[in-house]
C-alpha cells in the first residue's frame, strides 16, 4: 500500500505504529514539540517524498537551527566592527597625509635656496660696479635782498648798499615783460627781404606766339610767373616790424627785470676795477673770484676799454648803461656793476 492509502484508513496506521521504533518514536515527539521546525521540513520535503525521508529531515533541521540563530549575531558583529573600522582609519588617514605634507615641505623648502643659490653663483663672479660719489654742488654767491654788494678784484665782499625802491622794487607783470622783450626782439629784425614782380623782371613784352593754331596754352608775356624767370606773386617785400611801445611801459620793465635780480640778491658792484688796456683775463679772473651765477651781464657806462674785455667771455654780457634792455637783463642770473653804472641806475 501506498503512503497515502495507508494515511486514509486509521485500522491500517494503527497496525503500522507497533512497526516503529523506539527511535523513531522519541524523534517524533520532539518534532512535536517543536512546531517551528516543521515549517522548514515541510518546504524542503515533497508530498510524494517517503515518512523516512521525514524523519532524515527532522533530524538536520535541528542542526541547522542554532546557526541560523548565530547568523543575525555574528552579522551584528560584523557590522559594529565595520561601523568602528572606519572611524579608527580616519584619523589614520588624515595623520598620514599630514605627515606626507610635512616631509614634503622641507624637501622643497630646501630645494628652492638650493635652486636660487645656484642663479645666484655666476652674478657673485662679477662685483657690482662702484658708482663715483656725487659731487656736491656748490650754490653760487648772492647777497642779500633789496641790496648791493660791493666787492673788490680778489673778490672780497666790501660792503653792503641799500637799492633805490624807484628802480630795485618794482612788482613784475609777465604780460608787460612778454610785451616788451617782443618789441626788442623785433626791433632788431632787417626786414630787408624782397622779391620782384612780375613788373619788375626784365624781359620782353612781345607775345611769344600766336593765340590760335599751334596746339599750345596761349600765352602773352615770358615775365609771367607760371614761367621759370618769372615775377613772384605775394613775395616779401622791405618792411618795418617794429611793435609801438610806449616809453614808459619800456621803462617800468626794465625796471621790474632789476627788481627781480635785486630780490634774489643777485647784484654786484665791482669797487675799484680799472684797467688802462683791455684785458680779458684779469675781468675773467675777477669774475673766478667773485664765484656768482653765470651767465653774467656787465654793466658799464662810459668804459669802453671794459666792454672791449668782456665781450670775449663765452659766460658773459656787457651791456652801456644807456643801451641796457629788459632782455639782456632777463637773460642773465647776476649783474655786475662799475661804480660808474651803479650811480647812474641807482641815482638816476
Known amino acids: 500500500m501506498s503512503a497515502d492509502e495507508i494515511k486514509n484508513t ?12 523506539e527511535a523513531a518514536a522519541a524523534e517524533t515527539t520532539e518534532a512535536a514539540k517543536k512546531p517551528a521546525a516543521k515549517k522548514p521540513a515541510a518546504k524542503k520535503t515533497a508530498a510524494a517524498k517517503a515518512e523516512g525521508d521525514e524523519a532524515k529531515a527532522e533530524k538536520k533541521a535541528p542542526a541547522k537551527k542554532p546557526a541560523a540563530k548565530k547568523a543575525p549575531a555574528k552579522a551584528e558583529k560584523a557590522a559594529d566592527e565595520k561601523a568602528a573600522k572606519p572611524a579608527a582609519k580616519k584619523p589614520a588617514a588624515k595623520k598620514a597625509a599630514s605627515a606626507k605634507a610635512e616631509k614634503a615641505a622641507p624637501k622643497k623648502a630646501a630645494a628652492k635656496p638650493a635652486a636660487k643659490a645656484a642663479v645666484a653663483e655666476p652674478k657673485a663672479e662679477r662685483p657690482p660696479k662702484q658708482k663715483a660719489p656725487a659731487k656736491a654742488v656748490e650754490e653760487a654767491r648772492k647777497g642779500a635782498a633789496g641790496t648791493a654788494t660791493f666787492v673788490d678784484a680778489s673778490g672780497k665782499e ?8 624807484a628802480r ?33 623782371v626784365s624781359g620782353s613784352t612781345a607775345k611769344l606766339y600766336r593765340q ?17 624767370g618769372g615775377g613772384i606773386v ?17 621803462r617800468k620793465a626794465l625796471s621790474m627785470a632789476l627788481s627781480d635780480r635785486a630780490a634774489n640778491g643777485r647784484v654786484f658792484v665791482a669797487a675799484g676795477l680799472e684797467l688802462a688796456e683791455p684785458s680779458t683775463r684779469a675781468v675773467e679772473q675777477f669774475l673766478v673770484n667773485l664765484d656768482c651765477a653765470a651767465p653774467v651781464l656787465f654793466v658799464t657806462h662810459d668804459e669802453p676799454v671794459l666792454l672791449k674785455s668782456v665781450r670775449n667771455l663765452p659766460y658773459a654780457e656787457a651791456s652801456e648803461v644807456a643801451a641796457l634792455s629788459t632782455e639782456q637783463v ?8 662799475t661804480e660808474k653804472a651803479f650811480a647812474a641806475l641807482n641815482e638816476a
Open 168 to 200: 630795485f622794487a618794482v612788482a613784475a607783470d609777465v604780460n608787460t615783460l612778454h610785451l616788451v622783450v617782443r618789441a626788442e626782439q623785433a626791433a632788431r629784425r632787417s626786414g630787408t627781404a624782397s622779391t620782384k614782380t612780375r613788373g619788375e
Open 234 to 250: 605775394f613775395g616779401p617785400r622791405p618792411r618795418s616790424f617794429d611793435i609801438k611801445i610806449n616809453k614808459k611801459v619800456v
Open 158 to 165: 666790501l660792503e653792503a648798499r641799500k637799492l633805490d625802491e
Open 10 to 21: 486509521p485500522d491500517v496506521e494503527a497496525a503500522a505504529e507497533p512497526e516503529k521504533t
Open 330 to 337: 632777463l637773460r642773465a642770473r647776476s649783474l655786475v656793476l
Open 212 to 228: 590760335k593754331g599751334t596746339g599750345r596754352a596761349r600765352a602773352g608775356s615770358v615775365k609771367s610767373p607760371i614761367r621759370t
